[in-house]
């Protein structure tokens, strides 16, 4: 097993030198760039799995492993709580001594998150809602040296779980034609990567099948812009077609604004979400809202399989699907 001095020699910098690079304060201590790459490069090739801090030295006595879990600080943070939920629940399932660390990072700017991963600090590491921007620095990312799963991301370097966006496209249509609808309103946020894919993949399959898109709105992916957005569309608000909602935050916010303005949902307004978020936030709305869903907990259960694959047996990429799932309720019954 390579040691601190073995990195050393091979980068021709002293075991000083290796340590700060392996703990990140590389920039607080003026290490020239050539000089920590010398050192990465040396890492790399030696297989160097560097020691944890004096704390956690306990817990690899233990063989404990520690999974991070990064996620951007935006307005997609509806999502985390069920996905977290999910990873130790299937921890526990199958009795893992592993500990999920939960690490935040700014849109766009996952490089600067990602340091520890490439110092082998972590065992692995979990990656949700990345940009098209942090995807494609990851893609060029030739550092990490630890198994890598993206949520809901394609990559041909990394691991990947994901719900096929044609597929919850495909059953949004199914249901709509189910119900005779030739038409609808789209309400979306094309700014996230994963919604533009669900809604671009909508409209192509609509257009197949003959269902118009009569208007296409920009709402924020929030409870107070889908109030706000309710509000200003309550004058010629286009009943009679369907209103398909990518967030369900959105669409929480506008069954709140509609319940105190005599709208009712399902007679005058029918509506499906297609969002995110944790399963019961729809279920206990009132009226209850029809959502196609990304499973979260599936979701969760799949990364965590993966990645004990990853550590265990195979280190090479693997791509996983998982299906969306169908909650019919009360805002688009499919019975009269």
């Known amino acids: ?22 703990n990140g304060t590389t920039k607080e201590r003026k290490i020239p760039d050539s000089t920590v790459q010398k050192v990465q490069a040396a890492i790399k090739k030696l297989g160097y799995r560097p020691n944890r801090s004096a704390r956690q030295l306990r817990l690899l006595d233990k063989q404990e492993k520690e999974i991070a879990f990064f996620w951007a600080l935006d307005k997609r943070t509806s999502s985390l709580s069920s996905l977290l939920l999910g990873l130790q629940a299937q921890i526990v399932k199958l009795n893992l001594n592993w500990r999920i660390v939960i690490q935040t990072y700014q849109d766009n700017h996952l490089d600067l998150a990602i340091k520890n991963l490439e110092n082998g600090y972590y065992d692995g590491a ?30 041909k370097k990394y691991s990947t779980v994901n719900v096929d966006p044609n597929s919850v496209a495909q059953m949004t249509v199914t249901l709509l034609m189910a119900m005779n609808f030739n038409s609808m309103n789209i309400v979306s946020n094309s700014q996230y990567l994963a919604s533009s894919q669900r809604i671009n993949a909508l409209k192509k399959i609509a257009s197949q099948n003959h269902i118009k898109i009569k208007n296409t709105f920009k709402v924020d992916n929030t409870y107070d812009a889908g109030i706000k957005f309710a509000k200003n569309s309550l004058n010629d608000l286009p009943t009679s077609t369907p209103f398909i909602i990518e967030s369900d935050a959105v669409a929480i916010g506008m069954v709140y604004f509609y319940n105190r303005n005599n709208i009712k949902i399902p007679r005058d307004l029918k509506l499906i979400s297609m969002g995110t978020s944790d399963e019961k936030i729809t279920k206990y709305s009132t009226p209850s809202i029809t959502t196609i869903k990304t499973p979260n907990k599936d979701m969760s259960a799949n990364c965590i399989n993966l990645m004990n694959i990853l550590l265990n047996q195979n280190d090479k990429p693997q791509h996983l699907i998982v299906e969306p799932k169908l909650n019919l309720r009360e805002s688009f019954p499919t019975n009269n």
């Open 126 to 155: 979990i990656i949700g809602a990345t940009s098209l921007e942090d995807l494609i620095k990851l893609e060029k990312n030739d550092n990490i040296q630890v198994p890598l799963i993206l949520i809901n991301r394609t990559s």
């Open 1 to 22: 097993m390579s040691t601190l001095k073995d990195v050393a020699k091979l980068a021709g910098v002293s075991v000083s030198t290796v340590s700060i690079v392996v």
